[in-house]
């Protein structure tokens, strides 16, 4: 999958975590006066929530890599992260919007124009930092939990905006919730993916086969492929390709290839080789499949 | 005999009568998420305009949105020490400067103005307290200086011998409405006890059409909106001519007091006055509703008072999440059907062109930074010839370091080989002369990189062809 196609497939997927958030949020806030206190459902609501988010994304690499070992493995780290991080999240962004709001509260002039929404959205904000660092823990890589961060951040703001602009517009506040969540996923699964792209500084880019044009960021300390599709690259269609065929490992500013002991070899420019540095524009060859390897700078 | 009647006004008949009142002072929700409790600051004035110093804890009522709560915490006598904002506002009007009894007069010495400046000098020299700050500012037709509150008395001071009598009668008028609604709007932004004093002869005398306030505010949304937050305005009637009704309604109406003077003196104890009322507050906490508001409406009263008095404030308490639905519907669910069904698209479903023919691609190039669509390579003994000549089957324009017919690939059946012409071409990075191309080789011919791909089906065809010839 492209890069591009991969945002996109990232943004769709928050959407459709938006939309199943959205009915549960619904129930949960209808519910809201059975809760004895504001904290006890700020983390009902906030951990309900973040285990979809956390679920959702985590499931997001097995969709994009059509495997369903990913898909079973990225649930259940979702939900656990999820819960935690979507509680404290909520938490925390219903501290922030009571804070700055109170403090908008007594600025007449500003209170609804700005205040309001700048304090929502920051509220938001907050929910989103939580819930986009999910998939980074999750997967354990601290790149994707600093995209997750800014990502969230940024979803979280403007999901937020939206809400409070929707609702001017439809005052029955579930049409605004539906919107704002399903914009929140959008935003963090966008801007995940187009952070993801912006801060990664190396990939892997196919030249032939099945997934011919496919890109693979690698954001990880150690990056393993091979035709299992427990690996990170996951080559199904390919022969000649082993279970676990080579990693690649980020050692300070360079990517070092190992070959996993293969019986038909790995080769960088058409050299066999064990173990290798890798330098930007290098051809590699694993089975059937060539790939080119990028190095941004 | 003058002198008595003063201090009669000023010490126990606070014009007009004053009935007992509870004053919100601050409504604070920073605990809210914490312990669920709201904190609400208030006073409680007697008859007299002086506050109650011994208020029991069951002669008050709590109410939230209508509904009663419990008090869970009371006290009384709290915050003695800390400090208040006061604002001073003076009018600077034509008849500031008649005697006090409303005559023209040109004696400095007998107008109204030069009372109300030592007045505020002997305001200014009570401040002792650190936190206390002060601001001024001064109107006609027009809002005059303004000094933003600081803890630097002296410049109000300095702000106030600037003050100068208005040169002509346009500038003369007393905006005294769009005064009070100006002062209240500055300090309703600040935190803690505000306090406007407000020095006048009284009367609201607008200038028509007045091109500085070309919207009017109602005074009585002005005093709506001090009372929302927390303003408190001491009104200072100077001279027995002013219209001291009408700054005692201002005062009353905004929980402050009114004081008619003609003796400077006789506000020495004004300061104490207005500290002990202000900050002489009682304090009680309780239990939030759960209901969702982004704000709700506190009423405190004394029970079974009649007439009931009470005292409205607000505080902010929206959900992150907001309000709910007036009804919920399991329809809402729909949607989480609908998500399933796009996971499952986006799972299954993959657009994209499947490549079939043996192509050849530019990757990446200095003429073109956007792909070419693919170059496909059909008959069986033609050669592909790739070079910077314009006749050749594979054109790279505008590259001098790439030759007329740098390569060309020639197809029998399955094998397709290249033949370099130049030392300039490279397959995967390598200087070649000739090589039995792969699916993936990348061509470099100058700064040109062009990807060959024999296409899905060939490649994938048999695992017979796997064993590659090693170079």
């Not at chain 1, 961060?149 to 001017?168: D, H, M, N, S």
């Not at chain 1, 005052?171 to 801007?191: D, K, M, N, S």
């Not at chain 2, 100006?182 to 005398?205: A, P, T």
Request: neutral net charge; proline residues 3%; glycine residues 10%.
């Amino acid at each position: 999958m492209s890069l591009v196609s991969r945002i996109v497939y990232l943004g769709l997927i928050g959407l459709a975590v938006g939309l199943i958030a959205w009915p549960l949020v619904e129930l949960v806030v209808f519910n809201q006066s059975v809760f004895p206190n504001m904290m006890v459902f700020s983390l009902v609501a906030g951990s309900i929530l973040g285990m979809v988010f956390g679920a959702g994304f985590g499931i997001s690499e097995g969709i994009i890599g059509q495997s369903v070992y990913k898909l079973v493995l990225g649930v259940p780290m979702g939900l656990l992260f999820g819960a935690i991080g979507g509680a404290l999240g909520t938490l925390g962004g219903q501290a922030v919007l009571l804070l700055l709001g109170s403090r908008f509260f007594n600025t007449p002039n500003l209170f609804y124009s700005f205040g309001f929404p700048f304090s929502r959205s920051i509220g938001w904000a907050f929910f989103g930092v939580f819930i986009g660092a999910v998939e980074g823990i999750r997967s354990r890589s601290l790149i994707r939990l600093r995209n997750g961060l800014i990502g969230g951040a940024i979803g979280g703001f403007l999901g937020g905006l939206l809400f409070e602009y929707i609702k001017l517009l439809y005052p029955e506040a579930y049409i605004a919730r539906l919107f704002g969540l399903g914009l929140l996923g959008v935003l963090i699964g966008i801007a995940y993916g187009l952070v993801e792209k912006k801060l990664s500084d190396a990939s892997l880019y196919l030249l032939n086969g099945p997934q011919k044009g496919s890109e693979f960021l690698l954001t990880r300390q150690v990056t393993t492929l091979g035709k299992s599709a427990k690996e990170e690259i996951g080559l199904t269609m390919y022969n000649d390709v082993e279970e676990k065929h080579i990693e690649i490992t980020k050692v300070k500013d360079s990517f070092i290839l190992t070959d996993a002991g293969t019986k038909t070899g790995t080769f960088v420019n058409d050299d066999q080789i064990k173990k290798r540095k890798l330098k930007d524009g290098d051809v590699l060859r694993v089975g059937d499949a060539q790939f080119q390897f990028r190095r941004k700078f | 005999m003058k002198k008595v009647v003063c201090a009669v006004i000023l010490f126990f008949v606070i014009v007009p009568c004053f009935a007992e009142k509870i004053i919100i002072s601050q409504i604070d929700n920073s605990s809210l998420l914490v312990n669920q409790n709201v904190q609400v600051y208030f006073s409680f004035i007697d008859d007299q305009g002086y506050p109650v110093e011994n208020l029991n804890k069951d002669k008050l009522r709590v109410f939230e949105n209508g509904v009663n709560r419990n008090i869970v915490e009371f006290k009384s006598k709290i915050n003695v020490n800390q400090g208040i904002k006061l604002f001073i506002v003076l009018d600077n009007s034509g008849s500031m400067y008649d005697d006090a009894s409303g005559n023209a007069t040109e004696d400095v010495q007998a107008q109204r103005m030069t009372y109300a400046k030592k007045a505020i000098l002997s305001l200014l020299s009570q401040i002792k307290n650190p936190h206390d700050k002060t601001g001024f500012m001064s109107f006609n037709t027009s809002i005059g200086t303004i000094e933003e509150l600081s803890s630097d008395n002296v410049r109000v001071e300095l702000s106030l011998e600037n003050v100068k009598r208005p040169l002509t009668p346009e500038q003369s008028y007393t905006e005294l409405n769009e005064a009070v609604y100006f002062s209240v709007n500055r300090v309703s932004e600040q935190s803690g006890r505000k306090v406007i004093i407000l020095l006048s002869d009284g009367e609201n005398y607008p200038k028509k059409d007045n091109e500085e306030f070309k919207q009017r505010h109602e005074l009585s949304n002005s005093l709506e909106l001090a009372r929302k937050y927390g303003v408190s305005i001491y009104t200072i009637g100077l001279g027995l001519g002013a219209d001291n009704r009408y700054l005692a309604s201002i005062s009353e109406k905004s929980g402050g007091s009114h004081f008619q003077i003609d003796n400077p003196e006789e506000l020495d104890q004004l300061y104490s006055f207005i500290r002990n009322r202000v900050l002489n507050e009682y304090y009680l906490s309780y239990p939030a509703t759960m209901s969702s508001e982004d704000q709700k409406m506190v009423r405190i009263e004394i029970a079974g008072s009649t007439p009931v008095v009470q005292d409205e404030g607000s505080y902010f308490s929206a959900m992150v999440f907001g309000k709910p639905t007036q009804e919920f519907s399991f329809l809402l669910f729909g949607a989480i059907v609908f998500a399933l069904l796009l996971l499952a698209f986006l799972f299954f479903v993959r657009l994209k062109k499947a490549v079939k023919a043996p192509t050849v691609q530019t990757l990446s190039s200095a003429w073109s930074k956007g792909k070419a669509e693919p170059m496909t390579i059909v008959n069986d003994g033609q050669d592909m010839i790739i070079g910077n000549d314009a006749g050749a089957d594979l054109t790279i324009q505008d590259d001098n370091e790439v030759s007329m017919n740098a390569a060309k690939i020639s197809k029998k059946g399955d094998v397709f080989t290249l033949v370099a012409e130049d030392s300039s071409v490279l397959i995967n990075n390598q200087e070649v002369k000739s090589k039995v191309l792969r699916s993936g080789d990348i061509i470099t011919i100058g700064n040109t990189q062009l990807v060959f791909d024999k296409g899905m089906t060939k490649m994938m065809g048999s695992k017979t062809k796997s064993k590659r010839p090693k170079k």
